[in-house]
T-cell receptor, first 114, second 113 residues
Framework: NAGVTQTPKFQVLKTGQSMTLQCAQD?????MSWYRQDPGMGLRLIHY???????DQGEVPNGYNVSRSTTEDFPLRLLSAAPSQTSVYFC?????????????FGPGTRLTVL | KQEVTQIPAALSVPEGENLVLNCSFT??????LQWFRQDPGKGLTSLLL?????REQTSGRLNASLDKSSGRSTLYIAASQPGDSATYLC????????????FGKGITLSVRP
């Protein structure tokens, strides 16, 4: 098993550009989520999905879109990048609901918005 | 709003010392609690998961305990080594239809040779 994979590992964007962060898991997990990690702020939930076709907002959803067309993939789209979105982004998955199961994390995408 | 607190934010100990990392949470209606390790520039690695019905879990030199009534968990590291240097985060899982994890901000541990 590859576990949770994320691409790219690093990305630099200019303000206003759009891009998609990719996340995939091969463990047949129903629950997937995106977090951002910032110094002094800890991990904050952006969006999550409890299964294919179902997504919902987390704590800091503004400026981000998600979709879940398959169980395996959960891409995160930045619509119009802003410097405030400079952060490290982590994708995570678990068998079912986040609160009830062990979470597995990807290696992260380090994003800089100039 | 559920809050998870980890104090202190940083800790430095000499090699070989037994140490305890603390995690406290405000809402005792938890489903489980998970301890993670994060190395600089890396993702989170799950260390131990304690279900709400359990009191503790052990893996090698690590032992995690859970006391729901007092809203506390501890991660005990025996005979610390320089390789244990990392940031340790606890995350609390809550019940409910939209159950999510609430993370502490982590404790950065440095083990001096």
């Amino acid at each position: 098993n590859a576990g949770v994979t994320q691409t790219p590992k690093f990305q630099v964007l200019k303000t206003g550009q759009s891009m998609t962060l990719q996340c995939a898991q091969d463990m047949n997990h129903e629950y997937m989520s995106w977090y951002r990690q910032d110094p002094g702020m800890g991990l904050r939930l952006i969006h999550y999905s409890v299964g294919a076709g179902i997504t919902d907002q987390g704590e800091v959803p503004n400026g981000y879109n998600v979709s879940r067309s398959t169980t395996e993939d959960f891409p995160l789209r930045l619509l119009s990048a802003a410097p405030s979105q400079t952060s490290v982004y982590f994708c995570a998955s678990s068998l079912t609901l986040a609160g009830g199961n062990e979470q597995f994390f990807g290696p992260g995408t380090r994003l800089t918005v100039l | 709003k559920q809050e998870v607190t980890q104090i202190p934010a940083a800790l430095s100990v000499p090699e070989g010392e037994n140490l305890v990392l603390n995690c406290s949470f405000t809402d005792s209606a938890i489903y489980n609690l998970q301890w993670f390790r994060q190395d600089p520039g890396k993702g989170l690695t799950s260390l131990l998961l304690i279900q709400s019905s359990q009191r503790e879990q052990t893996s090698g030199r690590l032992n995690a305990s859970l006391d729901k009534s007092s809203g506390r968990s501890t991660l005990y590291i025996a005979a610390s080594q320089p390789g244990d240097s990392a940031t340790y985060l606890c995350a609390v899982g809550y019940t409910g239809a939209n159950s999510k994890l609430t993370f502490g901000k982590g404790i950065t541990l440095s083990v001096r040779p």
